[in-house]
Nanobody
Framework: QVQLVESGGGLVQPGGSLRLSCAAS????????MGWYRQAPGKERELVAR???????NYVDSVLGRFTISRDTAKNTVYLQMNSLKPEDTAVYYC????????WGQGTQVTVSS
């Protein structure tokens, strides 16, 4: 069974940066498009960035130019570099396949606050 383990979240001031990591077990990582999702309190989970097995990327408008998704196939890991963070980026961040997510990991909390 594939497991997804997110890490790298924390408390950061507005304008700061964080780098999230997602380690995936199993071979699914190598052939699937992977995405970073987030869920803020009281809101639905949303896909904010995704990367194909070939390295193509897509971003939601609200993070375009600030977030960068990447993947290391040898390490079965996908990353999300987040720069110029805003309070509205505060959420629990998850990685998963896209579309058709599989079982969710525990996520990693990102809090942007002064």
């Amino acid at each position: 069974q594939v497991q997804l383990v997110e890490s790298g979240g924390g408390l950061v001031q507005p304008g700061g940066s964080l780098r999230l990591s997602c380690a995936a077990s199993g071979s699914i990582f190598r052939v699937k498009t992977m995405g970073w999702y987030r869920q803020a309190p009281g809101k639905e989970r949303e896909l904010v960035a995704r990367i194909t097995s070939g390295g193509g990327t897509n971003y939601v408008d609200s993070v375009l130019g600030r977030f960068t998704i990447s993947r290391d196939t040898a390490k079965n890991t996908v990353y999300l570099q987040m720069n110029s963070l805003k309070p509205e980026d505060t959420a629990v961040y998850y990685c998963n396949t896209s579309p058709n997510p599989i079982a969710w990991g525990q996520g990693t909390q990102v809090t942007v606050s002064s």
